[in-house]
């Protein structure tokens, strides 16, 4: 079991960091591909890698943060990031087929 932490934000990884959060890899981009089951996978993905991630027997936890308006598209830091209450979630997403 591999647990990935996918994000290219400096003040993502340096949050995680600070919450001790252990990861045996640090990515900028999912290949789904590479996901096994029992793997973990923490980011904030769309909905159809994580529900990808899912599918395969995979773990998603989702970084959760409550960011106002203004603050939306703006590079933040690991106090922005706490301010704004950052939180890992783990999510069970399933596709729903007509």
């Known amino acids: 079991m591999t647990t990935y932490f996918v994000s290219r934000h400096p003040g993502a990884i340096d949050w995680s960091q600070r919450q001790g959060i252990r990861v045996d890899q640090q990515i900028e981009?999912?290949?789904i591909a590479r996901i096994n089951p029992g793997d973990v996978v923490i980011g904030s993905l769309p909905?159809?890698?994580?529900?990808?991630?899912?599918?395969?027997n995979a773990r998603y936890i989702h970084l959760t943060l409550d960011l106002p308006y203004d603050a939306r598209g703006v590079?933040?830091?690991a106090e922005d990031m706490q301010r704004y209450g950052a939180k890992l979630e783990e999510y069970r997403i399933t596709r729903v087929t007509a």
């Open 29 to 31: 981009h999912l290949d």
């Open 47 to 56: 909905v159809n890698l994580a529900g990808a991630v899912c599918a395969k």
């Open 75 to 77: 590079e933040l830091d």
